[in-house]
Structure formats: structure tokens, C-alpha cells
């Protein structure tokens, strides 16, 4: 299924397993695709978490959701991702988040 994602230079459709990760920037999330693409929309981050219900994504922290099945390898502090993307990961939620990637991977 294709979202549709409004941003200041119109309409683009994506699809949601396609996007890496998104940063939040005060009002505004920055979605960042696979296929090197960024998109900046003036929403939430909490707005857009709507958009992932039903994919394998993750909150490492306050401003940032991961795509589990871009996730290349955990070390302390942070994950490393697809395209050279990087990701800090709380204290508290690196458990959540070994445990969310080992599901992600077993469900294909």
C-alpha cells in the first residue's frame, strides 16, 4: 500500500516499508527511504506513527522511529542502518529493541 506524503514541493507517493528511519526536527519529520530520497513533512513525529501500525518499525528514543528490517547492527548506543544511517537508541529501549528485531526477523 502506497502512502500518499505531502511536503512543501507537493505530492509523492512512497511506500512505508520503503522509508529507513524518521528524525524528528521540532515540528517536522524527516523520512529518510532506501532509495536515498528525504522527505520533510511538517508533522510530529507522534502524528506520523500512525503511518507504521502494521509494518515492523521501532522508537529508539523521543525523536527518532527505525525500520526494523533496516537494521544492520546494534552496539551500545546506537543501531546502524541502510545507507549509512545511523540511529541512538536509549538505555531503556535497547532491550525493547533486540527483541522487536529478532520478531521482525522470524515473521519474514
Keep these: ?33 532506501s532509495n536515498g530520497r528525504i ?11 500512525g503511518i507504521f501500525e502494521p509494518y515492523p518499525f521501532y522508537r529508539t528514543h523521543r525523536s527518532c522511529i527505525i525500520n526494523l528490517n533496516f537494521c544492520l547492527e546494534i552496539q551500545k548506543k546506537e543501531v546502524l542502518l541502510h545507507n549509512n544511517l545511523k540511529a541512538s537508541v536509549l538505555r531503556g529501549r535497547f532491550n525493547g529493541l533486540k527483541n522487536s528485531i529478532l520478531i521482525a526477523k522470524r515473521m519474514g
Design 39 to 49: 522527505i520533510t513533512l511538517a508533522k510530529t513525529l507522534k502524528e506520523c506513527e
Design 1 to 33: 500500500m502506497k502512502y500518499v506524503f505531502k511536503n512543501i514541493r507537493g505530492l509523492k507517493k512512497a511506500k512505508p516499508e520503503d522509508v529507513i528511519k524518521v528524525e524528528a526536527d521540532e515540528n517536522y519529520s524527516v523520512f529518510y527511504f
